[in-house]
């Protein structure tokens, strides 16, 4: 289920931008999201969709679908020069569900996860994601996803805004 789609751009070291699709985590598919690919391709940069495991394959729990998509991100960055991307420019960004993976994604220590530098991404788009699984967990959600005290606190990024690696000074926005 760890896969990836690359859609490339023709000038090499080029950005990349990385996609994690929503769907109140229980499906989707990178090819269901390759439209976004053309505007970004033209524009000059690497577009990347992520698959990743669903929250009922994963036994109702969100870390497993955190840690996919971690690895995936980490894979891009190694491996960017084998597509022609610059891995100093990586930026993720994620829609519903995938929004709030997109900033669990976020807050993660590459440091000590991966080995990898510490501000590996440069910027993140969170959209219309949930960033604290507080409100989620008292929701009809909890049905499949199976809540605990730690799982709520480790994939509530609103929560560890101040875990964020920025190459800006350490400055967060949230408008």
């Known amino acids: 289920m760890e896969k990836l789609d690359i859609y490339r751009a023709k000038r090499p070291n080029a950005p990349i931008f990385v996609f994690i699709q929503g769907g109140a985590w229980l499906g989707g598919s990178a090819k269901d999201y390759a439209f976004p690919a053309e505007v970004l391709v033209n524009a000059g940069a690497h577009y990347v ?3 990743f495991i669903s929250v009922k394959a994963a036994n109702g729990d969100l870390r497993v679908m955190a840690d996919q998509v971690r ?6 960055y190694k491996n960017a020069a084998t597509f022609g991307g610059d891995p100093s420019q990586l930026f993720v960004g994620g829609h519903s569900s995938g929004g709030h993976l997109c900033g669990v994604t976020l807050i993660t220590d590459w440091s000590k996860d991966f080995g990898l530098p510490a501000n590996i991404i440069k910027g993140g788009l969170c959209m219309s994601g949930m960033y ?8 009809k959600r909890s049905t499949y996803v199976k809540f605990d005290d730690d799982m709520e606190d480790k994939m509530s990024s609103l929560r560890h805004l101040g ?3 920025s190459t800006h000074g350490g400055h967060v926005r949230i408008q």
Do not use: F, G
Not at 132 to 139: A, E, G, N, T, Y
């Open 49 to 51: 969709a992520l698959d």
């Open 71 to 76: 690895r995936a991100v980490a894979w891009v």
């Open 132 to 139: 604290d699984m507080k409100p989620v967990r008292l929701s």
């Open 163 to 165: 875990s964020i690696a």
